[in-house]
């Protein structure tokens, strides 16, 4: 399983919880993107500064992801994971909220100034969105590649959660997995 969407979304929140409930293993692409600006003594908005012209960066994290995605049993979360698992994932989730609501909740949970997130957030998605463009080919403001599409944003976290895990479980059954958790 793939979920995907923008900063401050939801997707980390609602992939840990699918994976958890539905008893698969959890990875985070941003989990892989840390550990690489780790080794190399960087920041992570360095790295990303990097990144813009150095593919060398994100090929290497995208390979990880799909050998990770290959393996099968797992719920994969990242800004981009869905484009890369496009061929293997059985289910694609993107959770995206307004651009006001994402920032709001950033700032809320790093106990940051809304203008700080502002500009970090709205940077870090350009260089995501031109980069996979220019590597890929592949405009990530398309989601033709998604099962299901959620607008966080209106409801409360229980809500949403209900809505993805049920459809997940509608999905998993149609396409012939049986997991005992989607019973419950």
Not at 1 to 23: F, I, N, Q, W
Not at 43 to 53: Q, T
Not at 86 to 105: N, Q, S
């Amino acid at each position: 399983m793939a979920v995907s969407g923008p900063p401050g979304s939801g997707k980390t929140t609602y992939a840990r919880r699918l994976a958890e409930d539905l008893g698969l293993d959890y990875y985070s692409a941003g989990m892989i993107f840390r550990e690489v600006a780790r080794s190399r003594g960087v920041s992570v908005e360095e790295l990303n500064r990097v990144a813009a012209s150095d593919p060398s960066i994100d090929l290497e994290i995208d390979r990880r992801t799909l050998e990770l995605g290959c393996r099968g049993g797992v719920v994969l979360e990242g800004h981009l994971v869905a484009w890369v698992l496009a061929g293997v994932a059985d289910v694609k989730i993107y959770v995206t909220a307004p651009l006001e609501a994402r920032i709001r909740r950033i700032a809320s949970r790093e106990g940051r100034p809304l203008k700080e997130v502002y500009r970090e957030t709205v940077a870090r998605e350009y260089m995501h969105w031109r980069r996979f463009l220019d590597y890929y080919g592949v405009d990530v403001t398309n989601l033709q590649i998604f099962n299901l599409v959620v607008d966080t944003e209106p409801l409360d976290i229980e809500e949403a959660y209900f809505m993805i895990r049920t459809y997940t479980c509608r999905l998993l059954a149609r396409r012939g997995f049986r997991l005992g958790a989607c019973s419950r």
